[in-house]
């Protein structure tokens, strides 16, 4: 049986300003932000000798970002347009740790301090991008384009998960006012 620690509450602070320009078919947002995670917890479970379960007190860190997104729509013609939404960011990650059980006994656990770094599954770059196409008002074709940047895969930095991109394609036609065909 493992006693329930309380958790300590998670604490968020975050501020963003936005800025935001329009003119004809053209429409651009920029918005830089700051946030902090702090009391991020981390717990983990031991069996000691006797083959009970147990849990060393938890760890707490912080998650710091500094980042800006910026969003644009373009009207290229009547019937083209394009939207494009990028988030850079910089996500770093202290004062985790992990405890290391040394032998089967509970007295022996260590505390290793987990180097500070980049924050886990936080890439520094995000795009999503779509052309959409609208030949006559029944069709409607349209191709987005995501990427997801490099990112630590875990709190240790052991590794880091690669970028990717996705594309997606798609069309609808609307058959009058009760079918549509996506």
Excluded: C
Excluded at 15 to 42: C, H, M, Q
């Amino acid at each position: 049986e493992i006693a329930s620690i309380f958790p300590e509450p998670q604490t968020i602070t975050q501020a963003e300003i936005g800025l935001k320009y329009r003119s004809g078919g053209t429409s651009v947002s920029v918005f830089p932000f700051y946030s902090k995670l702090s009391n991020v917890g981390s717990q983990q479970i031991f069996a000691d000798g006797t083959g009970a379960f147990y849990s060393p007190p938890p760890v707490f860190g912080n998650i710091r970002t500094f980042g800006v997104e910026i969003e644009a729509d373009l009207q290229l013609t009547d019937w083209a347009k394009f939207r494009t939404a990028i988030t850079g960011q910089d996500p770093k990650a202290s004062g985790f740790a992990v405890w290391i059980p040394n032998t089967t006994s509970r007295t022996d656990d260590t505390l290793v301090t987990t180097p500070a770094g980049d924050a886990d599954n936080n890439p520094k770059l995000m795009t999503r991008s779509t052309l959409t196409l609208a030949p006559t008002p029944a069709a409607t074709f349209f191709l987005t384009h995501s990427y997801m940047g490099k990112r630590a895969a875990n709190r240790e930095n052991a590794f880091y998960l690669p970028a990717y991109n996705t594309f997606d394609v798609g069309i609808s036609y609307e058959f009058g006012n009760n079918f549509k065909l996506q």
